[in-house]
């Protein structure tokens, strides 16, 4: 069985936010928390409630796994890069 | 009237002065004041003479090193669960824990070396209040000296 200990969380909050110009201060105010939590968490020095994520992700209008793994995410970059790939090979060219 | 007070504590802690205590740095050396000011309170305690001048002077110092120590923390241990969030009540509920243990150990300890020392009825007195004065304020003292910075600033 995993402790809760060992359980580690991911996120895209920071990354989120430098996107769609929001500041901390702004995301806090919507979720009700202080601005300093949201900074906790984006550094993952706080794992938090079921309940603040969903609120977090539904802020972003995105579903909780966008926005929080118990893996780390990889680079948008990539991922842009196989959606593009697997796009190509679903709809091939017509020549 | 409750409303109120916490209303004001609650403006008192996210003030402009309030900010510049967040600073684990400038944490630290309240923690350290504040525990000397517990003994200057004892010291004062097993002075001679006029012995309750001395007491209410000492405990000036111990009221503004745990205001300092209130604001440092944004008041997580003055203000109600409501004006509180996820995080500032897993800190202090976190820090509670580990004050209870530490408080364990430090009377034990204190017991220990009063009793060695064989000291006399206003030495006893003085060793006792140093401790209950330590023990009332070791969860926000745990908590200024442990909680981790929040630098980054948008």
């Known amino acids: 069985m995993t402790s809760t200990k060992e359980v580690e969380f991911y996120n895209r909050l920071k990354l989120l936010r430098t996107e769609r110009s929001v500041s901390r201060k702004e995301l806090a105010e919507a979720v009700g928390v202080h601005p300093q939590t949201i900074g906790y968490i984006e550094r993952r020095q706080y794992n938090l409630s079921l309940s603040l994520a969903f609120r977090l992700a539904s802020y972003f209008g995105l579903s909780l796994d966008a926005v929080f793994s118990q893996r780390p995410f990889e680079p948008l970059s990539n991922e842009t890069l196989r959606a593009g790939a697997s796009q190509k090979q679903a709809d091939p060219v017509e020549l | ?154």
């Open chain 2, 1 to 154: 009237m409750m409303g109120n007070l916490q209303d004001r504590m609650f403006r008192q802690v996210n003030s402009a002065f309030a900010d510049r205590l967040q600073r684990r740095n400038r944490r630290r050396p309240i923690v350290v004041a504040t525990l000397l000011s517990a003994v200057l309170i004892g010291l004062a305690l097993n002075a001679g003479g006029d012995r309750i001048v001395f007491v209410a002077l000492a405990s000036l110092p111990y009221w503004l090193c745990m205001h300092l120590l209130n604001l440092s923390l944004r008041g997580i241990f003055e203000l109600s669960d409501e004006r509180l969030d996820e995080h500032q009540v897993a800190v202090r509920n976190n820090a509670y824990k580990t004050a209870y243990g530490f408080a364990l150990v430090f009377m034990v300890v204190l017991v220990t070396v009063a009793s060695v020392l064989d000291l006399d009825r206003p030495g006893t007195f003085a060793v006792a209040a140093f401790a209950f004065l330590t023990c009332a304020l070791a969860p926000r003292m745990i908590a200024a000296w442990s909680l981790e910075d929040n630098h980054d600033v948008d």
